[in-house]
Each structure stands twice: as structure tokens, then as C-alpha cells.
């Protein structure tokens, strides 16, 4: 008797955790684990909460400590990754990569003596630094303020704070999801210099690829700038180099979750991120999930982008919704 009521509660339970619909001739299952926008909205708010969190800021070091004790309250054992990195302009940035481990990883595969995990591992990541200069502002005495990231730093974190929290919820995932907030991405060389270092950026991601010893991830998943108003999300160009495979299987998650008109089947060319150091040096394949605005005369990144008013006041919770929610429809579905 015990064991039917085992097996009847387990049909219940993914009766109640999917759902079948059919598209160009196949069923495919979809998700009914509901990511939760205004969540993720809060967990955004909260970080801009404590300012732009520029590099060596006191900003900076309380979010990150709070960006950890969240990861902590969600059962992730969490690393802080701390090193001293030199800016473009030879500024020493204090850095911290917050890493942050499933419970439900074998762990054994970073020891000595590697052994296979018990289940497949992914990795999201997102950068929790802000920019220190508007330098892509309207206004020229704006350049040298700094931005606060809402969309540019802060929405990347927030959807992967709930997509952590609905991970504790419902751990029927068969995959086990750790999560990187890099640091340093957005010290990059600014517009007004008048040069370009491409390497100058994403140092938390380059020193975090560097010091990986042993990348047993299937594949990974960079989120940036995934909550601005309007704002569509196009093939980046690295992305289908490196791995193709995981943006179909990503933007087919979105069609499934009803998100196609968001994630658009065009490529809108390549973009130097978190993720390049993540599939050349950590040889990790790893996709961008970031925003294209292709008819916006300011950035193909957005009105906002690397300006004063990349705020909350230009948070869209249906762009969290639909970046959040195929997470969840591919998570699920593994």
C-alpha cells in the first residue's frame, strides 16, 4: 500500500509540474513551474538598493556579501574567489567571483582523485559589478558618473536568485545548476579615452576561467542585461561558434515556454562578455543570453546602456518573466 501511494504521488507531482503541447508535428513538454518576475524584480531592486556597485566601493563589498547569504539561504554552498586584478588604467580592483554550488553536485569531481558527478552540471553566470562611467551617455558631463546597473549587472543576478530559489522549491531537476556572479566585467576601457582593449574587460570571468581546475560543466549560460524594457534577445555570433547546439536548445526552451517573439532566430553579431574566457580558456561551452536592440540609434545594447539612466525605472518584469521562464522550461526539461 505504501509504495502505491509512492507511485500515485509521483504521477500527481509531474501532472502538476508539466504539461504536453504539440508544435509542427511533435508533443513537446512544457514546464509548469512558474518563474516568479516580481521576485526577480525585488532581488534587482535590492541590489541597486545599495548603489552602483563600482569596483572598490563600499557598494560593491556589501552587495556581494548579500548576493552570497541569498545563494547561502538557498542551501549553495558558497566560494568566494578573491583576487587583486589590474585595470585598463593600472588601478587594482578588488575582486570577488561569488560561486555558488549546488547541494544536489557530487562535488567529488574537484578533488584529487576526480570521479564522474551523479548528475549533469550546467552553469549560469552573470556579472554583479556596475560600470564607474556613464561613457556611453547623451550628455558629456555624465561620462565620468557612475552607472547603476539595474539592467547592466544587477537583472542577470536576480533571475538567477530565483531561478536558485524555485531550485530549492521543486529539486526534481535531473540536473545539478551552479551559479557564477563574475566580478570586474565592466571596468573596460572607456568611450571617451578615445582606445579599445578588448581585453580590458570581463577580468573576473578571465581570472575565474584561469583558476577552473577541473571544468566539469556540460555547458553554461551568461545572462546580461536580461530585464531592460523592450528588449529582444538575437544569436550572438560567439555563441553559435562555440556552442551552437546549446542556443537551439535554449531559444526552442523559449518557444516552448511561449517566449519566441522574445528570443528572435537571427543573428545580430559578436559580443566581447563574460562568456569568451568561459569557452577559450576554460574551454566550457557557453552561450550569451543578452539584449539586442537592432533599431536603437544610441547602442544596439539599448537606450540605457552604459548611461545614468540604466535604473529601475527601466526594469521591464516581462523581460524577467521571459528570460526566467526559459531557464525554467530548459532546466525542467533536461
Known amino acids: 500500500m505504501k ?11 509531474l501532472l502538476a509540474c508539466s504539461t504536453t503541447k504539440k508544435g509542427q508535428g511533435e508533443e513537446q513538454t512544457v514546464v509548469n513551474i512558474q518563474f516568479n518576475a516580481d521576485s526577480a524584480y525585488l532581488f534587482c531592486q535590492r541590489q541597486c538598493d545599495f548603489g552602483p556597485r563600482t569596483m572598490n566601493s563600499e557598494a560593491h563589498e556589501l552587495c556581494g556579501q548579500w548576493i552570497a547569504d541569498k545563494f547561502r539561504q538557498y542551501g549553495y554552498a558558497v566560494e568566494l574567489q578573491q583576487a587583486d586584478l589590474k585595470g585598463y588604467d593600472g588601478t587594482t580592483l578588488k575582486s570577488t567571483n561569488i560561486i555558488a554550488c549546488s547541494p544536489s553536485a557530487n562535488h567529488a569531481a574537484e578533488a584529487s582523485q576526480p570521479q564522474a558527478p551523479t548528475k549533469p552540471r550546467i552553469l549560469l553566470c552573470a556579472h554583479w559589478d556596475s560600470r564607474p562611467w556613464a561613457d556611453n551617455d547623451l550628455n558629456e558631463e555624465n561620462w565620468h558618473q557612475p552607472v547603476m546597473g539595474a539592467n547592466d549587472g544587477a537583472s542577470g543576478v536576480a533571475v538567477m536568485l530565483e531561478t536558485a530559489r524555485l531550485l530549492q522549491q521543486y529539486d526534481s531537476a535531473r540536473v545539478a545548476v551552479d551559479f557564477v556572479c563574475f566580478d570586474a566585467e565592466d571596468w573596460g576601457m572607456p568611450q571617451w579615452s578615445g582606445q579599445a582593449d ?22 553554461a549560460i551568461l545572462l546580461d542585461m536580461v530585464g531592460g524594457q523592450g ?7 560567439y555563441s553559435l561558434q562555440y556552442a551552437r547546439n546549446i542556443v537551439e536548445k535554449v531559444w526552442k526552451a523559449a518557444d516552448v515556454a511561449g517566449y519566441s517573439s522574445t528570443f528572435v532566430k537571427k543573428e545580430a553579431g559578436y559580443v ?5 574566457p568561459v569557452n577559450e580558456v576554460a574551454h566550457i561551452p557557453c552561450i550569451d543570453i543578452i539584449n539586442h536592440y537592432p533599431d536603437c540609434q544610441q547602442s544596439s545594447f539599448g537606450p540605457t546602456w552604459h548611461t545614468i539612466n540604466d535604473d529601475m525605472r527601466h526594469i521591464d518584469r516581462n523581460t524577467l518573466q521571459a528570460v526566467g521562464q526559459t531557464l525554467i522550461q530548459l532546466i525542467y526539461s533536461e
Open 3 to 13: 509504495n502505491s501511494i509512492c507511485i500515485i504521488f509521483s504521477l500527481c507531482f
Open 198 to 219: 578588448g581585453d580590458s574587460w570581463a577580468l573576473g570571468a578571465q581570472y575565474w576561467a584561469s583558476n577552473i581546475s577541473n571544468p566539469v560543466y556540460d555547458y
Open 231 to 237: 528588449a529582444r534577445f538575437y544569436y550572438e555570433s
Open 272 to 276: 566581447t562578455d563574460d562568456h569568451l
